[in-house]
């Protein structure tokens, strides 16, 4: 996400309804693209994918 995305997704930024929507369906097109970014990783250079992997599979 843009540091500006996660401003208006956390509500720390001070923007309308609208705006903040617009930011949830643009990291939501991003996250989708993921599945094609993963299968070209996958293809190209696993070891970043592993790291990928491991930043979002992570467990707190």
């Known amino acids: ?3 500006a995305d996660r401003e208006k997704i ?3 930024a001070d923007v309308s309804d609208e705006k903040r929507y617009q ?3 643009r990291v939501r097109s991003r ?3 993921l599945e094609t970014d993963v299968d070209v990783l996958a293809e190209h250079h696993p070891e970043l994918l592993d790291e ?3 930043v979002v ?3 707190d």
């Open 57 to 59: 599979c992570e467990s």
């Open 52 to 54: 990928l992997r491991d």
């Open 31 to 33: 996250i989708e693209e």
């Open 10 to 12: 956390s509500g720390k």
């Open 23 to 25: 930011a949830i369906h």
């Open 1 to 3: 996400m843009t540091t």
